[in-house]
T-cell receptor, first 114, second 116 residues
Framework: AQSVTQPDIHITVSEGASLELRCNYSYGATPYLFWYVQSPGQGLQLLLKYFSGDTLVQGIKGFEAEFKRSQSSFNLRKPSVHWSDAAEYFCAVGVLGGADGLTFGKGTHLIIQP | DAGVIQSPRHEVTEMGQEVTLRCKPISGHDYLFWYRQTMMRGLELLIYFNNNVPIDDSGMPEDRFSAKMPNASFSTLKIQPSEPRDSAVYFC??????????????FGPGTRLTVL
């Protein structure tokens, strides 16, 4: 069975600074990888996804993520964060893309300092 | 498109009562998923359907939980009887399920359930 680890429960970043959120997965083959964001009281919004091809994927809101097979990682990055980026971020893995249940990490809570 | 619709958004009930959560997936989506989010366990899959047929219900915690999808535009998750440990946010999601390279699960706003 697949699993996802997000090592950082909380991360605090100053507004305008760069951001990297870590995600490691465990699966026997190359999985489908996703990053979702959840604002307080809201549902989950897809930031980006990786299925195959270019290992650097671009998403919405200026986010990008890089798939590294050798490290079983799919870290999320943003060059300059905004106060509105404060939210909970979830990394997820799926075996069949959108056609089966996703396995989520526990999430990373991002705090933005003024 | 209105997105995935869930109702109610908030539910407060007493232990032992029956609770029914409702979901309307995005029109044309063939897959529907129910997830539960708690502080202790995070987000976990409960059950999912393909073309109204349950495919995997291994995540349903116990017999008190049941889910149905009577047609392509409606699903329910029922808890009977409810217990305080069922308190959580329940999310519904849907996807097309036709092309793995582009497919995505779209989530509803969730139902926050509190069992007293």
């Amino acid at each position: 069975a697949q699993s996802v680890t997000q090592p950082d429960i909380h991360i605090t970043v100053s507004e305008g600074a760069s951001l990297e959120l870590r995600c490691n997965y465990s699966y026997g083959a190359t999985p489908y990888l996703f990053w979702y964001v959840q604002s307080p009281g809201q549902g989950l919004q897809l930031l980006l996804k990786y299925f195959s091809g270019d290992t650097l994927v671009q998403g919405i809101k200026g986010f990008e993520a890089e798939f590294k097979r050798s490290q079983s990682s799919f870290n999320l990055r943003k060059p300059s964060v905004h106060w509105s980026d404060a939210a909970e971020y979830f990394c997820a893995v799926g075996v069949l893309g959108g056609a089966d249940g996703l396995t989520f990490g526990k999430g990373t809570h991002l705090i933005i300092q003024p | 498109d209105a997105g995935v619709i869930q109702s109610p958004r908030h539910e407060v009930t007493e232990m032992g009562q029956e609770v029914t959560l409702r979901c309307k997936p995005i029109s044309g989506h063939d897959y529907l998923f129910w997830y539960r989010q708690t502080m202790m366990r995070g987000l976990e899959l409960l059950i999912y359907f393909n073309n109204n047929v349950p495919i995997d219900d291994s995540g349903m915690p116990e017999d008190r939980f049941s889910a149905k999808m009577p047609n392509a535009s409606f699903s329910t998750l029922k808890i009977q009887p409810s217990e305080p440990r069922d308190s959580a946010v329940y999310f519904c999601a849907s996807s097309l399920g036709q092309d793995r390279s582009t497919d995505t699960q779209y989530f509803g706003p969730g139902t926050r359930l509190t069992v007293l």
